[in-house]
């Protein structure tokens, strides 16, 4: 495979990127998978799922300034390892501290996996074809999240061999990027470019904006992975550990079935209508979770549409952005992302009180699927501003 004019093969450049981007769907289905079985093993283990967050956080604050400064290989690589590092914690560690430093190297290995894949993918391919590749990207996250529902399901009477199989594959294949030659960095040394002049760049309207919306968004895509498989466990005449852990594989499947359609609805549709369209069926699976909590088809139907709804959002305003940053595309995104990351701290905070024995006890658990159509109609309201942002500045190279 020939290099490109710019010295790097972009083909094995996009595999790889969609690798990390498969690794990230562990760590955002890590709870999800795995919480119910660990919350019977570990006590406190309910309560970690925020430092997985602070942990995704953590990683996408130090990527953003890192990668465009020094380039995407080092830091590839370093995140995948982490990752690994963080399953293999699970593995081997029991007390509750050594937990919470894993379940934070799982979260930084994520965070810089999920700007950074965005990033590459944003910088190596134009207009023209960023929007499909990014869909491609964020397919290649469902099927990582995929897989490791599956597998979570499958041995879930033992949660330690899901962890073994997919540290292994995380570590090999990330000693295999080594070979293979990345962009350089964007910015040398004379650029005089840190991680605190990185957020003036929220003095652009369309970066503000859309951090508004991805906060929600955050919210919205760290409860529904995270707490619908204890929702379903918890509610009165719930469907059982075993049913939610399949409803869960529904749903990464919903959402990379909704990614590989996202390019054939932006061609025939646009931005719009197939932002309104997605978000509309989200919010039809969100109901259907609320209104049938008891019924195992239900429980398959709604996740489906949860999956196939929520995963539209970040593809389509992570190419609006693309449009208009190009030389900070990496800061761009992290920033975006890390307000996403705080929605999704607060959301994991909060929503998991929800969960707590004494609330199951007095019937919180029953009004989640409604928080869940809360996040959805504000992520409708916010993204007409996003739009008529970018449309103003798309011909724009928005610079510090």
């Known amino acids: 495979m020939g290099k490109t004019e710019k010295g790097y093969p972009r083909a094995l450049v996009a595999t790889a990127a969609c690798l990390g981007c498969a690794f990230f769907g562990v760590t955002m ?11 019977e093993t570990i006590q406190g283990v309910q309560n970690l799922p925020w430092i997985l967050t602070l942990g995704i956080i953590a990683g996408t604050i130090i990527c953003g300034a890192v990668m465009d400064r020094y380039g995407y290989k080092a830091l590839l690589i370093s995140a995948s390892l982490a990752l690994a ?13 050594q937990l919470i430093i894993s379940a934070f190297l799982i979260g930084a290995g994520g965070g810089v996996l999920n700007s950074e894949t965005i990033a590459i993918i944003s910088d190596i391919y134009g207009d023209n074809l960023r929007g499909t590749m990014l869909s491609i990207l964020g397919a290649s996250y469902c099927v990582g999240s995929l897989l490791w529902t599956v597998i979570c399901r499958v041995w879930s009477y033992d949660p330690m061999i899901p962890m073994k199989w997919s540290a292994a594959v995380i570590g090999i294949l990330s000693l295999a990027f080594i070979f293979i030659p990345f962009p350089k960095a964007k910015l040398t040394k004379e650029d005089k470019f840190s991680l605190i002049d990185s957020v003036k760049l929220f003095k652009y309207h369309i970066l503000a904006v859309a951090g508004i919306l991805f906060f929600f968004q955050g919210v919205l895509e760290a409860i529904s992975a995270n707490y619908s498989t204890s929702y379903y466990v918890s509610v009165e005449n719930g469907i059982g550990l075993p049913v939610a852990l399949t409803s869960l594989i529904f749903m990464t499947v919903g959402m990379a079935v909704g990614r590989f359609a996202l390019p054939v609805c932006l061609k025939t549709g646009g931005r719009k209508v197939a932002m309104f369209l997605f978000m509309a069926i989200a919010f039809i699976g969100a109901l259907l979770q609320f209104l049938r909590p008891a019924s195992q088809i239900g429980a398959f139907i709604s996740m489906t549409l949860l999956g196939f709804g929520i995963g539209v959002t970040a593809p389509v305003i992570f190419d609006y952005l693309g449009q208009v940053f190009k030389k900070h595309s990496g800061a761009a995104v992290s920033l975006s992302v890390v307000v996403a990351q705080i929605g999704m701290l607060i959301g994991n905070f909060l929503v998991g009180k929800m969960f707590l024995p004494s609330s199951v006890e007095a019937g919180a658990p029953k009004y989640f699927p409604i ?29 510090l």
């Open 29 to 39: 289905f890590f709870w999800g998978a795995m919480l119910p079985s660990l919350g």
């Open 85 to 97: 590092i963080g399953l293999c914690g699970f593995i081997f560690c029991h007390e509750l501290w």
């Open 371 to 399: 928080v869940m159509c809360i996040m959805i109609l504000a992520v409708c309201i916010a993204f007409p501003f996003v739009a008529r942002s970018a449309d103003k500045t798309k011909t724009k190279n928005l610079d």
